[in-house]
C-alpha cells in the first residue's frame, strides 16, 4: 500500500481539526454551566439529599412529639411518647400483650375472637390439599419471609430472622415468645400451633424473630389455614 493512502489534503486535515475544537469548546461550556465555580461536583444531589433528609427527620420529630390524627372519623391521635410509655407501664407487659394480640386480629374495627378450627378430619397429606398450599404460600407471599430451599434465600426473612421451613421440623420443639418480646416457652410446631400462628400471630412469635408475622385479618379463610399447614409439614423432612 503506497504512503498517498495515509497523506491527507491540507484542507481536510484543517476541517477536521475545527470540527474536534468545536466540539471540544462545546463540551467545555456545558461542564461550565453544569458545574459552577467555587461549586464542588455532587453539591446539588447533596443538598437534594440532605433536605430530604430532614423532612423526614422533622416528620419523625413529629412523631415522637405525640397528638397527631391518626383517625379523623374516629378522633383517634397519637399520643407522645413519653405517655405512651408511661401508659404501657401502667397497663404492664401482660395487658399490653393481651391487648396488642386482641389488635392483630382486629376486623372491620372490631374484634373477632378466632374460632377453634379443627384438623383432626383432615388428611394433611392428600396431594391436591398440599399442591392447593404450595399455590397459595406463593400468593399469599409466605415465601418471602419463610425459606422452604437451602438454594432459594428468602430476603425479607433474613432481614427479621422468620423461622425457616427446612429440615426436620415438623413435630419439633422450639423456643418461642409468649407475645411479642414476652416470656420465653417451648413449644412445639404442630397443628395446634400453625393454626394458632396464622390466626393469631402475636399469641407465639418464635424466639429471635425481630418482628412477629404480619398477617392482615381474613387473608385466609379456614380452608386455606388447612392447605398452607398441609404444604408446610409436606416440607418436613
Not at 184 to 192: M, R, S, T
Request: glycine share 8%; net charge negative; hydrophobic share 40%.
Amino acid at each position: 500500500m503506497s504512503d498517498d493512502y495515509f497523506n491527507h489534503d491540507s484542507e481536510g486535515s484543517g476541517f477536521f481539526s475545527l470540527i474536534l475544537l468545536l466540539v471540544f469548546m462545546l463540551g467545555g461550556f456545558v461542564v461550565a454551566r453544569v458545574y459552577e465555580p467555587g461549586q464542588p461536583v455532587g453539591a446539588v444531589a447533596e443538598k437534594t439529599r440532605l433536605g430530604k433528609r430532614d423532612k423526614i427527620d422533622e416528620a419523625a420529630e413529629l412523631k415522637l412529639v405525640g397528638n397527631q390524627v391518626v383517625n379523623k372519623e374516629k378522633g383517634f391521635v397519637s399520643l407522645p411518647i413519653e405517655s405512651a410509655l408511661i401508659k404501657m407501664a401502667e397497663h404492664g407487659k401482660e395487658k399490653t400483650r393481651d391487648e396488642l394480640i386482641k389488635r392483630s386480629i382486629v376486623k372491620d374495627g372490631k374484634y373477632e375472637a378466632p374460632k377453634e378450627l379443627d384438623a383432626s378430619a383432615v388428611n394433611l397429606g392428600d396431594p391436591a390439599l398440599v399442591a392447593q398450599g404450595k399455590t397459595l404460600f406463593m400468593t399469599k407471599t409466605c415465601f418471602t419471609c419463610h425459606q422452604t430451599d437451602p438454594a432459594v434465600p428468602a430476603p425479607a426473612g433474613m432481614a427479621i430472622k422468620a423461622p425457616q421451613f427446612i429440615g426436620d421440623f415438623w413435630g419439633k420443639e422450639r423456643e418461642v415468645h409468649i407475645g411479642f418480646q414476652g416470656p420465653i416457652e417451648k413449644a412445639v410446631l404442630n397443628e395446634e400451633y400453625f393454626i394458632e400462628s396464622v390466626t393469631k400471630p402475636m399469641a407465639k412469635v418464635s424466639k429471635g424473630a425481630l418482628a412477629p408475622m404480619v398477617l392482615a385479618p381474613g387473608l385466609v379463610n379456614d380452608e386455606e389455614v388447612l392447605a398452607l399447614m398441609a404444604y408446610v409439614k409436606s416440607l418436613s423432612k
